[in-house]
């Protein structure tokens, strides 16, 4: 795959794109405490309602430009 010729380079766009919560994760959250400490203010997070919103960035780079 590496040994192709510059033109075919030129010829590939490659991609991605990421997601960047605002507040919290979208996943689950494994937390540790001590026995009979699941109330102490210090062991609380707060919640924000309906996810608190997210950004999705999307980039590409090619060898030829755009």
């Given at each position: ?6 033109t ?27 026995k ?21 960035v ?9």
């Amino acid at each position: 795959m590496l040994n192709k010729p510059e033109t075919y380079w030129k010829s590939v766009l490659f991609a991605d794109e990421s997601k960047f919560n605002t507040f919290g994760s979208d996943g689950r959250i494994m937390v540790w405490r001590r026995k009979n400490e699941e109330l102490n203010p210090k062991n609380l997070v707060g919640t924000v309602k309906y996810g608190g919103g997210s950004v999705l960035v999307w980039g590409c780079i090619s060898a030829s430009g755009l």
